[in-house]
């Protein structure tokens, strides 16, 4: 998926100019939708996950399905 969006970034703009932008200091002002991005999707993404898990092993708390999300995502950012 990755692969797929650098593609279509690199179709719409040359990477000269995406390297002359990041020069230019342009690259720091998307830190605030990096660092929320993981956030807004988290909750979203429990919520399938948790009509995956009460169909299939029963009801499950979403808060419980959150916080595992959460764990998840910690454990992988280690093991990196």
Do not use: C, N
């Amino acid at each position: 998926m990755t692969g797929v969006a650098v593609v279509a970034i690199l179709h719409r703009y040359s990477a000269v100019d995406i390297i002359h932008q990041m020069a230019e200091g342009h690259a720091l002002r998307m830190l605030p939708f990096g660092l929320a991005m993981p956030f807004v999707v988290w909750l979203p993404y429990a919520a399938y996950d948790k009509i995956v898990f009460d169909g299939a092993v029963g009801p499950v708390a979403f808060r419980d399905v959150v916080r595992a999300k959460a764990a998840a995502a910690s454990v992988s950012d280690v093991r990196s």
